[in-house]
T-cell receptor, first 113, second 112 residues
């Protein structure tokens, strides 16, 4: 069974603190890893992608990938109320002779002013 | 226009109605997707089209019928739906899935 697991939350973080979101996946052969942000009533928006072990930084966002432990995380520094949203983890997993994007159910993040 | 455009944004239909959802992408991508998003559940892949050929049908009931006349347009024809089909229907496109998808704004469907 191809699965991506996320804690549904809500995760409540004070403004200015670091928000840490985690995701685990089932297939060791997985390649590409993505974090999408989805505001209430809106569609998902790609915010980070990561392809190799280690950290990838983009502004206040850092994605971390550990293939040996099969987890990927997203850190948001200096959290702002505008970061309040649901964060979806998606993983490209091998499926037959191709790859398919498998989605987590999302973690709801609330940044408290 | 840029990106992925979906219409209508909201749709309320009876169980005996026939309606269609439309998606158009202006990104020059080769692949287009239909997803269903229900509350607190992962995105469910419904259909995949590559170069306007259907490459995946994820065991979707026949009351959902996709159509892809060209690489830029994708339709989802709906008929005799059930209340449990009420959800957010999202269209997405990609040039290479390894680099992620671009989503449209979605259609919020309510079946009464």
């Amino acid at each position: 069974q191809k699965e991506v697991e996320q804690n549904s939350g809500p995760l409540s973080v004070p403004e200015g603190a670091i928000a840490s979101l985690n995701c685990t996946y089932s297939d060791r052969g997985s390649q590409s890893f993505f974090w999408y942000r989805q505001y209430s009533g809106k569609s998902p928006e790609l915010i980070m992608s990561i392809y190799s072990n280690g950290d990838k930084e983009d502004g206040r966002f850092t994605a971390q990938l550990n293939k040996a432990s099969q987890y990927v995380s997203l850190l948001i520094r200096d959290s702002q109320p505008s970061d309040s949203a649901t964060y979806l983890c998606a993983v490209n997993m091998p499926m037959d002779s191709n790859y398919q994007l498998i989605w987590g159910a999302g973690t709801k993040l609330i940044i408290k002013p | 226009e840029t990106g992925v455009t979906q219409t209508p944004r909201h749709l309320v239909m009876g169980m005996t109605n026939k309606k269609s959802l439309k998606c158009e992408q202006h990104l020059g991508h080769n692949a287009m997707y239909w997803y269903k998003q229900s509350a607190k559940k992962p995105l469910e892949l419904m259909f995949v089209y590559n170069f306007k050929e259907q490459t995946e049908n994820n065991s979707v009931p026949s009351r959902f019928s996709p159509e892809c006349p060209n690489s830029s347009h994708l339709f989802l024809h709906l008929h005799t739906l059930q209340p449990e089909d009420s959800a957010l229907y999202l269209c997405a496109s990609s040039q290479d899935p390894a680099y992620g998808y671009t989503f449209g704004s979605g259609t919020r469907l309510t079946v009464v």
